[in-house]
């Protein structure tokens, strides 16, 4: 089983500052890494796929980097609406096990 | 729109069951191999089921596996998940979601629906 990590579990961070986000995982996953965005009382929503790229409607501040079981998330200004719960998700394994990591909440500082 | 739409939580005793229903409209869910995830109060996602596309092989969590079942009708053009044997940690919001175009992440996903499990 692989088993993801997420640091910080919180990031307070000021509007318009730079926010990097860490996933891990336990063995190597190559790039079949994604991230979500969740914001209270809503779905997920598909950030990166392949560790790097951007899903589509993504703005340009959002961007992903890694391979193997260090991965990053950065999102360059935050914007109002970034403040949300990033979950960090391997899809490596087949048959599929595929886990989340437990998420890091970007919140206001 | 691409959407998908689940059906079915609610309010159920230890022990009982239930079914829960995703459907779909923008797009054609037989094309698609799908997933349930779910999310327990306060706390992050598990993916708990999948089903291929056309030869609908299934897989499972261990958490869940031989209590529930995922299955299909493509004339439909929705997934369902049959729950039996719920216990309380099965409480969450279940999210059906699609793999995307070219990938196993998760991509477009459902509203969720809550499943409580209580006396």
């Known amino acids: 089983e692989i088993v993801m990590t997420q640091s910080p579990a919180t990031l307070s961070v000021s509007p318009g500052e730079r926010a990097t986000l860490s996933c891990r995982a336990s063995q190597s996953i190559s790039t079949n890494l994604a991230w979500y965005q969740q914001k209270p009382g809503q779905a997920p929503r598909l950030l990166i796929y392949g560790a790097s790229t951007r899903a589509t409607d993504i703005p340009a501040r959002f961007s992903g980097s890694g391979s193997g079981t260090e991965f990053t998330l950065t999102i360059s200004s935050l914007q109002s609406e970034d403040f949300a719960v990033y979950s960090c998700q391997q899809y490596n394994n087949w048959p599929p096990t595929f886990s989340f990591g437990p998420g890091t909440i970007v919140d206001i500082k | 729109e691409v959407q998908l739409v689940e059906s079915g939580g609610g309010l159920v005793q230890p022990g009982g069951s239930l079914r829960l229903s995703c459907a779909a409209s923008?797009?054609?869910?037989?094309?698609?191999?799908m997933n349930w995830v779910r999310q327990a109060p306060g706390k992050g996602l598990e993916w708990i089921s999948h089903i291929t596309s056309s030869t609908s092989n299934v897989y499972y969590a261990d958490s869940v596996k031989g209590r529930f079942t995922i299955s299909r009708d493509n004339a439909k053009n929705s997934v369902y998940l049959q729950m039996n044997s719920l216990r309380a940690e099965d409480t969450a919001v279940y999210y059906c979601?699609?793999?995307?175009?070219?990938?196993?992440?998760?991509?477009?996903w459902g509203q969720g629906t809550l499943v409580t499990v209580s006396s």
């Open positions: 979601a699609s793999f995307g175009s070219r990938g196993n992440w998760f991509d477009p």
């Open positions: 923008g797009f054609t869910l037989s094309s698609y191999e």
